[in-house]
């Protein structure tokens, strides 16, 4: 398993086979094992995620990455635990053995390394649990490993997948602290502890156990492989990306069973991804070949550029497809038909009191109101982005009375409730019809069109030359209510993304097939 | 005579004696103006020193702590180069001799024992014989015979560890170490200091039997005054760094030196007395 071998036991043994050495090269030197230590100190308190970010540009996604940031990270508690515990070694024995003649190398060898190895050891068991844990996050990078449970139980708002996720990486570390324990024990110098025999037993019936489980064929991974068709030749491989949000799942898995519904290529899903930078950097280092992006957030975010308000839809993707093909050497395709665009979003009910259906409205009251009126729920990103509520409120000379930051997972049960007037949204949010609510009308054009296009890069296109014309015939076919439908079955719904765009996608794959 | 004046008596004998050690084959270790400073330090741990141990004799260096007497044990085996002076050991200039051979040649006991925690009693008496390279079962039989020898029956010791083993038998443990490879000379740092009076003064036996046996050329440090006298050939008793005087015990009892050496015997002296004379006399007779 992937989180087993490569998210923890190889950075684990990478980190053992440097620390080691360098531990024992520095043992005789306060200075640079003051600043040895100094450095590992201080890559352990970067962030796991900066930590992910940083490594992204210069290494791409996937496991590359992944494994460096995991060993930086193991470096620190095995080289903490062995230069301290040579440091702190019993001076007489030391000069007894000095006195009675060893060389160094003996005294390394048959002296020191034995009795530092119990400490050494508990070095590598913290190291194991610490990579255990922040392997699940490697998964934002597409390295994959348990964290994909996490990490699409968070997006998809499923507490069982997360507690899958959390309840195999604890179990996971408790196991490889319990096997790694047992190894040192074995391995100690001096005399054997009393029930070692029963704790041999233990530690080979988890180990079979273990290897059971990994034996065991995954079935992900069997109706991935099945439904590419057994009989398709491997032509090539196309890898589709997504983000970590529900209807990037959707549409990462829509556009993944259409290619392997319309082609004989093979797909490879990678996804969900971090967010849209690194699915962006993923797309531009080869990482995965194509996913779907929103032409807004491409504008703003990706290509840097300003919003004219007022400027079309149309206008917004010409110019995005332009940049892509020169800066990216990518190919922006025909948009799928809906736009999840941020929008200001309020109860049903009380929009229909007031009589409000568009935003200027609303700004109107709040002005009338002196500011006295209205409490506004964004997420944190929006308040903070000069394209989010600055913007907003200079568009439309919106003050708000009190505005609120709020989770993106509450932000709708806050409005539904009434704790919060208004709300930041997206527009296909299934939230919005869940909790009965209506989207204002954007009417001076203040937020950028957010339209879905797949994006490829060209080198791809080029390659699998039947790939261009079949993604072409996706365009137009999801419009804002069959998204928001799509949405709310996985949201709502609580099924599978997999078999929510199976049975949307069934009638159009017939129709293919039979036409 | 006064003190300045002894002083000068005893300066000069040991001068003399020195001159002639360079071609006495029986003098085993020999400290020719020995000069060790720590840095940091104003006064030098070893001060210009000159003294020499004869072959097959047990001299026990006297002094309490900080005087310098370690320090000179371990210039010996050159855990410490001195800053001037000459120090010989068989002859041979020590500075001359690489110096695994040079501490393989001899059998070094430290103060606190020094067992390595992960090695059987039976391991830690094979160490030197391990770095060596002598094979597993010829160092397995000879470190049970030490064992034995060192009254730790092997049968029933030779498997345990340093901690299942009590202070004194550790000691033990660690005077078998220090003869495995069978070294002509012995460096022996405090070894009884952390043992209680009775385990103390067993091993204090054990050590004239092998001194008797074996025929080996012993310095012994140490703070206590009537382990000297148990144990000393010659006594060499050393104040910040300088020694005082060393001779027989009768010697440095009936003619001191310097004042140092006549408080140092006093002392104790004064107290044997209000023990009454049967302690008197046995001092007298472990002296003689």
Redesign the interface.
């Known amino acids: 398993m992937e989180h087993l071998f490569w998210l923890t036991l190889l950075p684990v043994g990478i980190a053992v086979a440097v620390a080691l050495p360098l531990a024992v090269a520095v043992r005789h030197r306060p200075w640079p094992r003051s600043v040895a230590l100094g450095l590992s100190s201080v890559v352990q308190t970067i962030p796991s995620l900066a930590m992910l970010a940083f490594l992204l540009p210069i290494f791409g996604i996937g496991k590359v990455p992944a494994v460096i940031a995991l060993t930086l990270y193991a470096i620190l508690p095995v080289l903490q635990n062995a230069s301290l515990a040579l440091r702190d070694l ?1 001076g ?12 160094p190398r ?1 005294r390394l060898a ?2 020191e390394l ?2 530092v190895l119990p400490v050494v050891f508990g070095g590598i068991r913290t190291a194991t649990v610490i990579c255990v844990g922040v392997a699940t996050l490697s998964t934002f990078i597409g390295a994959g490993g348990l964290g994909d449970f996490i990490n699409r139980g968070i997006a998809l708002n499923r507490t069982s997948l997360l507690l899958l996720g959390a309840g195999a990486a604890a179990a996971l570390a408790l196991v490889l602290d319990f096997l790694i324990d047992t190894v040192g024990v074995v391995l ?4 054997k502890p009393p029930g070692l025999r029963p704790r041999l037993v233990a530690a080979g019936v988890v180990v079979a156990l273990l290897a059971a489980v990994l034996a065991f064929p995954r079935p992900a991974d069997a109706t991935a492989r099945g439904a590419g068709g057994a009989n398709a030749a491997p032509a090539g491989t196309v890898v589709v990306g997504a983000k970590n949000f529900t209807e990037q799942i959707v549409l990462g898995e829509l556009l993944a069973q259409w290619i392997e519904g319309r082609t004989d290529l093979r797909v490879e899903r990678r996804f969900p991804l971090g967010g849209t930078v690194i699915c962006h950097e993923a797309l531009l280092d080869g990482g995965i070949d194509l996913y779907v992006e929103y032409t807004g957030t491409a504008l703003l975010n990706l290509l840097g550029l300003d919003h004219d308000p007022g400027a079309s839809a149309d206008a917004v993707l010409a110019e995005v497809r332009r940049h892509y093909r020169e800066r990216f050497d990518a190919v922006v395709l025909p948009p799928l038909g809906f736009e999840n665009t941020y929008a200001i979003a309020m109860p049903r009910e009380s929009a229909e009191r007031r009589g409000w259906e568009r935003i200027s409205q609303l700004a109107e009251a709040d002005a009338a109101a002196d500011g006295g009126g209205l409490h506004a729920g964004f997420t944190a990103e929006f308040v903070e982005r000069e394209d989010g509520l600055p913007g907003l409120r200079r568009a439309y000379g919106l003050r708000f009375a009190r505005v609120s930051d709020l989770a993106p997972e509450l932000i709708h049960a806050a409005a539904a409730s009434g704790e919060v007037d208004v709300i930041g949204a997206f527009s296909t949010d299934a939230r919005i019809h869940e909790f009965d609510l209506v989207v204002l009308e954007d009417d001076l054009g203040y937020f950028p069109p957010y339209e879905a296009v797949p994006v490829v890069r060209r080198g791809v296109l080029e390659r699998l030359p039947e790939l261009q014309p079949v993604l072409e015939e996706l365009a137009g076919r999801i419009d804002n209510a069959t998204m928001m439908r799509l949405n709310h079955a996985v949201d709502v719904g609580k099924r599978l993304p997999r078999e929510v765009v199976r049975d949307f996608l069934k009638p159009f794959l017939n129709e293919e097939e039979t036409g | 005579m006064n003190s300045i004046a002894r002083c000068e008596v005893v300066r000069a004998a040991v001068f003399l004696s020195s001159r002639s050690v360079v071609s006495d084959p029986e003098l085993m270790i020999e400290f020719t103006d020995v000069t060790k400073t720590f840095p940091g330090m104003e006064r030098p741990a070893v001060d210009g020193l000159t003294l020499s141990v004869k072959r097959g004799e047990t001299l026990v260096l006297l002094g309490s702590s900080g005087c310098g007497k370690s320090t000179l044990l371990k210039l010996a085996n050159r855990l410490l180069e001195p800053d001037a002076g000459e120090i010989r050991i068989g002859g041979r200039a020590v500075a001359t001799w690489p110096v695994r051979e040079l501490r393989r040649s001899i059998g070094y006991v430290i103060q606190n024992i020094g067992l390595f925690p992960h090695w059987t009693a039976e391991e830690n008496v094979a160490a030197p014989l391990r770095i060596a390279g002598v094979a597993p079962e010829e160092r397995r039989g000879r470190s049970r015979e030490l064992l034995d020898r060192i009254g730790l029956a092997s049968d029933e010791y030779a498997g345990r560890y340093p901690d299942e083993l009590s202070g004194g038998q550790q000691q033990r443990v660690g005077v078998a170490r220090a003869l495995a490879s069978d070294p002509e000379i012995l460096l022996m740092d405090e070894p009884f200091g952390a043992l209680d009076g009775i385990t103390r003064e067993r091993l204090q036996d054990e050590v004239r039997r092998l001194k008797g046996d074996l025929g080996k050329t012993i310095l012994l440090v140490t703070h206590d005054l009537f382990e000297a006298l148990a144990l000393g050939d010659r006594i060499g008793v050393m104040h910040e760094g300088r020694l005082e005087q060393a001779g027989p015990a009768r010697e440095l009892l009936s003619a001191p030196a310097t004042p140092f050496v006549e408080e140092l015997f006093k002392k104790p002296a004064r107290q044997l007395e209000a023990f009454g004379e049967a302690g008197g006399a046995s001092v007298a007779k472990e002296g003689s």
């Open positions: 019993p007489d024995v030391l000069e007894a053995a000095d006195g009675m003649g060893f060389s003996q048959l002296v034995p009795l100690r110098p001096g005399r």
